[in-house]
Structures are given as structure tokens and as C-alpha cells.
């Protein structure tokens, strides 16, 4: 399988994978906006020449848009490989060249945010057990941050204070976003126009830079400062939260 890594020389022709849409759709239009602004940052965003989702996306830990502490680590922001796409060893091989590259940069080894147990929107614990990765560090409700040492001796990445400390959240609805999944760009307006046509009390934090992301909650959706979900909502989806709250 050929291997197609994004440049700013043909990010516009390129399927990036999780949007399947043409490059006027603000979801795609956000994500590559946003991956040419990291790509200086050392974002590599590698994909199997199929339009699918077959793809690994890192960046120096440094740089990673996470409340984490690896340095020297690479972090995954995504692995993906679904549909018809599975099932060929696309995701060993894509993890592979992650691998090879990290090494040939002198990283101290990998890190991703996982889960207890498969969820949506995060690695697969199981999948990473697998191949070799180990907890470092965990986060209530169910966040486990996975790491492959490449060298045993090295600091072990763990989550940032951040993650923990919620007296900065704002009451009511609080949903912290990036541009970093493009699915926020079409749903974020939705939730707000949703919340407002309501009258109930909801507010928005859009995180710019990775400085921002590294001291705050993360990307997730909170109520009065307890925590919701991590996952993209639809309209569906907010609907049947606004009911268990009874709003």
C-alpha cells in the first residue's frame, strides 16, 4: 500500500480522511487550515492512498494539542482505520512508520490518549496492549494515557494538573473545542444555536494554540463543572443530554 504524507504542496488535493467532503465544506476547509499551521511544528499526518479513513496523525508532544507532560515523546493525535479498510494491517503499518520516524528524530518514545475500555474517538487500549504500549498515567471518568518507551529509562508522560482542576470551568454547559477535529467546525454552531433558542445557559471555549490546550480540561463538554462526554455531539445526541437533565 503506498503511503501519502501531507505538505502544504498538496494538502488541497488530498482526502483528509475523517470529512468525506469536497474542499468548500468548512469542516474540511478548518481541518486543513489547521494542519498547515502545525506542519512547522513537526505535524506529520500520514495516510494510505485510498479515500477512507487509513490515517496516523503526531506531532512532538511538545507541540501536542493535550494536556500532557512527554517530553521528547511523539504523540498520536489519530490512528484510524475503518470500514472496508480493516483487516489488511493498515494500522500496523501506518504505526510502524510513526515508530521508524520517531526513532530517526530521537524520541524517547510514543504516547496516546486511550481508555479504559474501547471507546469512541480514542485508541483502542486493547489494540495498543498489543503492540507493546503501557499505561503511564490515568484521568477520571475512564482516560488512560498509553505509552511505547523507546527508551526504558526515560520519563514516564502523564497528564497535565489541567485535567484535574475544574474550578475555572464556567457553570452550566461548558464545551472546550479545537479545530483540530473538523467535525466541531459543523457542530459547535449547531449546540450554540440549540442552547440559545433554549435559553439555556452555554458556553463555548475555543482553543487556539497547543499552549491553551496543554492548560485546559481537554476537549469536552462539562455541566456545572461535571464532566459530560468527550465526543463530538450531533443535535441527536444533545437532545438526549438536555432530557437526563431534564432541560
Not at 96 to 111: R, T
Amino acid at each position: 500500500m503506498k503511503l501519502v504524507q501531507l505538505t502544504r504542496d498538496n494538502i488541497e488535493q488530498e482526502h483528509i480522511c475523517c470529512a468525506i467532503s469536497n474542499n468548500k465544506d468548512i469542516q474540511v476547509m478548518s481541518k486543513k487550515e489547521w494542519l498547515c499551521e502545525r506542519l512547522d511544528d513537526g505535524l506529520v499526518f500520514l495516510k494510505c492512498d485510498v479515500r477512507g479513513k487509513c490515517f496516523i496523525e503526531y506531532i512532538p508532544a511538545e507541540y501536542a494539542w493535550t494536556p500532557v507532560d512527554a517530553k521528547d515523546y511523539m504523540y498520536i493525535n489519530c490512528l484510524w482505520v475503518s470500514g472496508q479498510l480493516k483487516g489488511h494491517g493498515y494500522s500496523g503499518l501506518l504505526l510502524n512508520k510513526c515508530i521508524e520516524d520517531s526513532k530517526e528524530k530521537g524520541k524517547n518514545g510514543l504516547v496516546v490518549l486511550s481508555s479504559e475500555k474501547k471507546t469512541g474517538f480514542l485508541s483502542d487500549p486493547g489494540y495498543l496492549k498489543y503492540k507493546g504500549f503501557e499505561t503511564a498515567d490515568t484521568a477520571a471518568p475512564y482516560f488512560k494515557l498509553m505509552y511505547l518507551p523507546f527508551d526504558k529509562n526515560a520519563d514516564k508522560p502523564r497528564f497535565r494538573n489541567s485535567v484535574r482542576e475544574r474550578n475555572n470551568i464556567p457553570g452550566g454547559f461548558a464545551l472546550y473545542y479545537t479545530n483540530q477535529c473538523p467535525f466541531t467546525a459543523k457542530y459547535v454552531p449547531m449546540l450554540e444555536n440549540m442552547a440559545q433558542t433554549r435559553g439555556i445557559d452555554f458556553h463555548t471555549v475555543h482553543i487556539r494554540s497547543a499552549e491553551e490546550a496543554q492548560n485546559a480540561p481537554s476537549p469536552f463538554l462539562f455541566y456545572n463543572r461535571e464532566f459530560i462526554t468527550h465526543e463530538i455531539l450531533s443535535e441527536k445526541k444533545f437532545e438526549k443530554i438536555l432530557a437526563d437533565k431534564g432541560l
